[in-house]
Every structure is written in structure tokens, then in C-alpha cells.
């Protein structure tokens, strides 16, 4: 194999590269990039490109293998990967999916003035931290028998609303409703059950948090209008997932799967890309299984924002005019769902694979809220603790060229031993405090992993989506609370 | 480098260990002494617990990640951490008795054990193996 350098891609705009499928033998369909120069050169450090091509080979792919500009390396697919396969003749990938089954992100606005709300933050942090469970080894509080998050996990954020801690507007306002149609629970372990009792309606730690930010710029004043955002005002990000529930979910198949790669003769370069053709009786029981793990995470995330919505009013009620927090967009960034997409000019329906990816619909797309519709779906990009944030829309070229996806966030430079040997805990803590930001963490150790350095700069990653056409500016958000488990 | 024991690898990402010893058991041993390590898994002082699981055969790869998701687990589970293993090969699986008890303090949270580039070689006198974690 020739080895991978910026020779081997074909420039297909300032922000768009492929790399051919005569590339490597084993591929069956294109590599697609979406990244500036100087992004894609960045990447050629780690291997997740290399995972691309891996990724590529894959049995029933459609149209190409898209990799978006926060890429870094995973186990099997890169983290930032998209990948759809023909629903009669493809296959299912947990390793497409990734361990944190729903992995996703959900934006709450407030009417909240940040210099109203300034000096009352350091008690707002401290709600937070008290209502919200987070940090390693920290449980539930809701004590579900195993018969109840059965029931739960079919129902995603809708079991929720029916237990009083969402509203409707919620439940419109988050991808799919909140809810995967054809979760099975008899497909998922007594152990995974076990994993999700005891860890629902929490936060848990690593590169998860919550955060407190203010809307610093506006670039899209309709869109902004519509998603409530003003300028100025509060808003507040949660990230998290299916917690030990999904990662049990992940290794259990990707254990089974080892097996059925046998049985269906698939040839594959990296054993964690293991998969299942889709209509074989073990591709069906992961779809199952794995419809549950996405559906606790819309109900984790639901759950959460209800303890947020306490936390706010214990720390600003009778302190601020409005203290409500209203539901922007939940979404998803490590999911596998069937989607109709346009494939080689034809519309088709796609079983799409998203690891490190957001869904990013464009204008007049089905399963948008009707707020929505004419300016495309709100995309949720974190950034890294002391940096920024963004809120972009999808787009009609997100729709024809990403199959309807972008990016998910910044995307790791750094490893976590490198980070914690140059950056010392406490002395993070501080510059965050002086540049403003109230942090409460698990442990001044995870604080270092999770330093800004230790990231790519999100400004770049947003502009190789914007330039690339396949994304919107609406905001910028600046970090004012960050909690992390 | 001893006969036996395990370090930690740069991953951008996640966490990987690379782990040795002079046979298949005993690199089993270190790379849960590797695991717990990455965790910064603190054991109790209290009385020793004997759990007994068992590990299907299959590949060595195969079951190195068995055994560590069993681990894995338990400590999400009971919170339980061990210090010594017995193990005892049949033709159909591996019984793994485990001697420990619960932690005092764990600092991380590891997600899964992968299949990524797992491979066990024989390098010289001993088995190595590089093991990725999902965090």
C-alpha cells in the first residue's frame, strides 16, 4: 500500500478531498474528507484516515466513506467517520456506532442576560453540581427494577414525559423525538441491564459535562430568532450518553459478532470493525439492542435536563427575571439508523452508520420539528472547556455530499498522559477562574486530560464545515460554568 | 525490561496498555494489574473475597478481552477489585478464580476493552500484547 500523504487524495474543493477506491485493493468505495489543508495534513499524524480506508472495505457501502474535520483516531472507525450501507446487501458495525451507544449533545436557552445572572454563577455551579449526579462510580437515583427500564428503554425521553420530567416541547425539540422505533430489550444482557439501572440519570465523567455558556456572537439572526438564542443570554450544553448500559450493549456484540464474520465470510483488516449483514439474525438483534442503548441516552440526557431545571431555579429563582430553560435541540453524534438519503442521484433508504458525527438535516428535511423546517436542523458542536462553542444548521449540501451530517466537536490532539504530564490539574483550574469560567470537576487529574490544548481548535473545524457547504454559523457560545465528573 | 509487567501507551483518543509476561496466564495477571492501574483503582483493606468466572475458549486475543470486560464489570458492578487470579484451563473454558475486595477509590472510568490491533506475539522469552481501552 502506498503510503498515506497529501498525494493521495484528489482536491475536490478548498474543504472537500478523496481518496480514490484503487487506493488499496480492499476498498469498495471512496475515502471523503471534509477538512481545510491544513486540518487534513494535522490528521495524517494519527491513523485516522488509515481507519477510513479500513472502514471503506466494508461489504454493501454506499456512495463513500466521509470523514469530518474534528477526525482523530479511534478503535476500527475513526472518531468523526460516516458511513452508510445498502439495507439488503449491507452490514451493520457496532464499531461504526462506538461503545457510547447516543452519545449526544442537547442545548438548552434561557432568557437570562449573563451580566444579570454574573455574580450568582458561583452558587448556579454549585446547584449543578448538587442536583446533577456526575463522576466516577456515582449512581442513580431512581432505583428502576429491571422490568421498568425495559419499559424505559423502548420508550427514550418519552417514559420521561410520562413521569413528569419533560415537556412536549422537549420531545419535539430532540432528534427522532427522543425515541428509536424497534428497541428490543430481550436483544440486550442481564448485564447491560444491570449497567443501566444503576447508572441512569447520570452524567458520568471523562470528555462528558455540563456547561453554563454565554451567546457571545450571532451570525444568523433568523435562525437565531427561531432556536431562541439572543445574543448575550445564557444558555447551557449537556454532553453525554448511554453510559455502562450502552458500552455493555457494544462489547456484548461486538463479541457475538466476532463470530458471525465467520459465518457470512467477511473479510475484514481490523478486527474492531467487526459487523453483521443487516437482515441476519444477529444484525437484527444488535439493531435491537442497540435502539435500547440510544434511547437511554435521549432519557439520560431528558433526565438531566430535569435536575438542571431544578438546580437553575434553586440558584436564580427570585434573583433573575426568568430562570426557564426551553429546549433548543438534542442530538446525536454515535448512531446507526435508517435515513433516506440521495445515492448516486437516486433517494434511498440508508442505514446510516455516525461515530463522531452529528446529523445535520438540511431546510424542508422530513423528521425536523416545524419551528425548523425552513432553516434546517440546529448542529451542535462543543468545544473544549476554556474555548468556544457553536450552533450551526444543516444544509442542502450537507444533504447532497455528507449524507446529512457534519461534525461533532473538536477532536483530540493530545493523549491523555501527554495532557496530564504537561498540564497540572490546578494550575488549569486557575487560568479557567481568571479567564472567568467556573469549573467544579471530579478530580484536578481528569481536569488536565481534558485541557483545551488537548484539542483541536473548534474555529477551524467550523470553518472547513462552513466552507465546505455542508453546515451554517448561527452562534458562538463562551464558556461561563463547565461541570465535569 | 523484567520478564513480566505492563506500561502505558500514548493514545490520542483512549488508553492503551502494553503488557508482558512469560506465559499466557501470567499476561493475563499483568494486564489486570495494566487495567486496574489505568482505572487508578484503589483496593480495600479488608477480608479477601474468592469470585470464580469462566472465559469460553477461543483465540488468545479472545479471551485476554473476556477476561478483561469480566473485570471491567465488576468493578462498575460491585465494585470489586482483585489481587490474585488462579486459573484452570479446560477443553471448553478457562475458570478464573479471583481474590480481592472492594475499592476504595477509582479515579477513571474505562468503557470497554477493544479488539483494536489486539494481537499476542512471542517476543524472545515472553508474550506481548497491546491492549486499546474506550474511555
Redesign the interface.
Given at each position: 500500500m502506498t503510503a498515506l500523504t497529501l498525494d493521495v487524495f484528489q482536491q475536490i474543493s478548498e474543504f472537500e478531498w478523496e481518496i480514490s477506491p484503487d487506493f488499496r485493493e480492499d476498498m469498495r468505495v471512496p475515502v471523503r474528507v471534509f477538512a481545510s489543508k491544513a486540518l487534513l495534513l494535522e490528521s495524517l499524524g494519527d491513523k485516522s484516515i488509515l481507519q477510513a480506508v479500513n472502514a471503506s472495505t466494508l461489504p454493501g457501502l454506499l456512495e463513500a466513506v466521509m470523514v469530518m474535520p474534528d477526525m482523530h483516531q479511534g478503535y476500527g472507525f475513526p472518531i468523526g467517520g460516516v458511513a452508510a450501507t445498502d439495507p439488503e446487501t449491507g452490514v451493520i458495525s457496532p464499531g461504526g456506532i462506538g461503545y457510547d451507544i447516543n452519545c449526544g449533545v442537547r442545548l438548552l436557552s434561557t432568557s437570562i442576560k449573563a451580566d444579570e445572572a454574573r455574580e450568582w454563577l458561583p452558587d448556579l455551579a454549585a446547584m449543578i453540581n448538587q442536583f446533577c449526579p456526575s463522576g466516577v462510580g456515582v449512581g442513580s437515583q431512581l432505583h428502576l427494577s429491571k422490568q421498568e427500564l425495559a419499559k424505559a428503554c423502548v420508550e427514550g425521553a418519552r417514559w420521561a414525559k410520562a413521569e413528569g420530567y419533560a415537556t412536549d416541547h422537549d420531545l419535539n425539540h430532540t432528534e427522532d423525538n427522543g425515541r428509536l422505533e424497534g428497541a428490543d430489550p430481550e436483544k440486550v444482557s442481564d448485564r447491560a441491564m444491570s449497567r443501566g439501572q444503576s447508572q441512569l440519570g447520570t452524567l458520568g465523567a471523562g470528555n462528558h459535562f455540563i456547561e453554563v455558556d454565554v451567546i457571545a456572537k450571532i451570525f444568523d439572526d433568523e435562525a437565531a430568532r427561531i432556536m431562541g438564542l439572543r445574543e448575550g443570554n445564557l444558555v447551557v450544553q449537556i454532553h453525554t450518553g448511554s453510559r455502562g448500559f450502552g458500552h455493555q450493549i457494544c462489547t456484548d456484540y461486538v463479541r457475538r459478532l466476532q463470530g458471525a464474520i465467520q459465518k457470512y465470510g467477511i473479510v475484514l483488516p481490523d478486527k474492531q470493525l467487526v459487523c453483521a449483514p443487516i437482515k441476519s439474525p444477529e444484525g437484527q438483534d444488535y439493531l435491537g439492542a442497540m435502539r435500547c442503548g440510544a434511547n437511554y441516552a435521549f432519557l439520560n440526557r431528558q433526565l438531566l435536563t430535569h435536575k438542571l431545571r431544578q438546580a437553575f431555579e434553586s440558584a436564580l429563582a427570585g434573583k433573575v427575571k426568568d430562570w426557564h430553560l426551553t429546549q433548543v435541540y438534542d442530538i446525536a453524534h454515535n448512531i446507526g439508523k435508517f435515513e433516506s438519503h440521495l445515492v448516486d442521484g437516486e433517494q434511498r433508504r440508508v442505514c446510516i452508520h455516525r461515530k463522531g458525527a452529528t446529523r445535520a438535516f438540511g431546510p424542508g428535511s422530513a423528521g425536523l420539528p416545524e419551528d425548523y423546517a425552513d432553516i434546517g436542523q440546529p448542529v451542535l458542536v462543543p468545544g473544549s472547556m476554556g474555548t468556544a462553542s457553536w450552533v450551526l444548521t444543516g444544509t442542502e449540501t450537507s444533504m447532497q455530499r455528507s449524507f446529512g451530517s457534519s461534525c461533532h466537536g473538536a477532536g483530540r490532539v493530545m493523549s491523555r498522559s501527554e495532557a496530564k504530564r504537561g498540564i497540572w490539574g490546578e494550575d488549569l483550574f486557575k487560568r479557567l477562574k481568571k479567564q472567568g469560567i467556573e469549573i467544579r470537576a471530579g478530580s484536578m487529574a481528569g481536569l488536565a486530560e481534558e485541557a483545551p490544548e488537548a484539542y483541536k481548535d473548534v474555529d477551524q473545524v467550523v470553518e472547513s464545515v462552513v466552507g465546505a457547504g455542508i453546515a451554517s454559523k448561527v452562534a458562538r457560545l463562551h464558556p461561563l460554568v463547565v461541570i465535569k465528573g | 525490561m523484567s520478564l513480566n509487567g505492563y506500561e502505558?501507551l500514548?493514545?490520542?483518543?483512549?488508553?492503551a496498555l502494553k503488557v508482558w509476561g512469560e506465559d499466557f496466564e501470567t499476561l493475563l495477571r499483568q494486564a489486570a494489574f495494566g487495567f486496574y492501574h489505568l482505572m487508578?483503582a484503589e483496593i480495600g483493606s479488608g477480608p479477601d473475597t474468592e469470585e470464580v468466572f469462566t472465559i469460553p475458549q477461543g483465540s488468545r486475543?479472545?479471551i485476554l478481552?473476556?477476561f478483561l470486560?469480566e473485570l471491567l464489570?465488576m468493578v462498575?458492578?460491585a465494585?470489586m477489585i482483585f489481587h490474585d487470579f488462579v486459573f484452570e484451563r479446560s477443553e471448553r473454558a478457562l475458570t478464573v478464580r479471583a481474590f480481592g475486595c472492594k475499592s476504595v477509590a477509582?479515579?477513571?472510568?474505562i468503557?470497554?476493552?477493544?479488539?483494536?490491533?489486539?494481537e499476542i506475539e512471542q517476543v524472545g522469552n515472553r508474550l506481548e500484547a497491546r491492549i486499546?481501552f474506550?474511555?
Open positions: - | 502505558e500514548e493514545h490520542i483518543a483512549d488508553l487508578g486475543e479472545s478481552v473476556d470486560n464489570f462498575e458492578d465494585q477509582l479515579e477513571r472510568t468503557k470497554a476493552v477493544t479488539f483494536h490491533e489486539l486499546t474506550d474511555v
